[in-house]
């Protein structure tokens, strides 16, 4: 009897814990998002470089996605 109310209360309070997620707000507000996309907060410090290899590897892959770039796998934009 005992165990299945000590089940009950966490799965309670596990139930809880996870919808309390879903009420936060977002953490990036709109007008902060212009200063997340300054150069300065990309990973490589040689963009260009970067995106040429980036080409090529989805070129060879023959697929595009999840990078904002758009066109086929056929290596045009």
């Not at 996309?37 to 697929?63: K, T, Y």
């Amino acid at each position: 009897m005992r165990a299945r109310f000590l089940i009950r209360f966490v799965g309670t309070l596990v139930a809880a814990a996870l919808l309390a997620g879903c009420a936060v707000r977002p953490w990036v507000q709109p007008y902060e998002r212009g200063r997340l996309a300054d150069p300065i907060m990309q990973w490589s410090r040689a963009a260009l470089p970067a995106e040429q290899l980036e080409h090529v590897h989805l070129v060879r892959e023959g697929a595009r996605g999840a990078t904002g770039v758009q066109g086929g796998g056929c290596g045009c934009n």
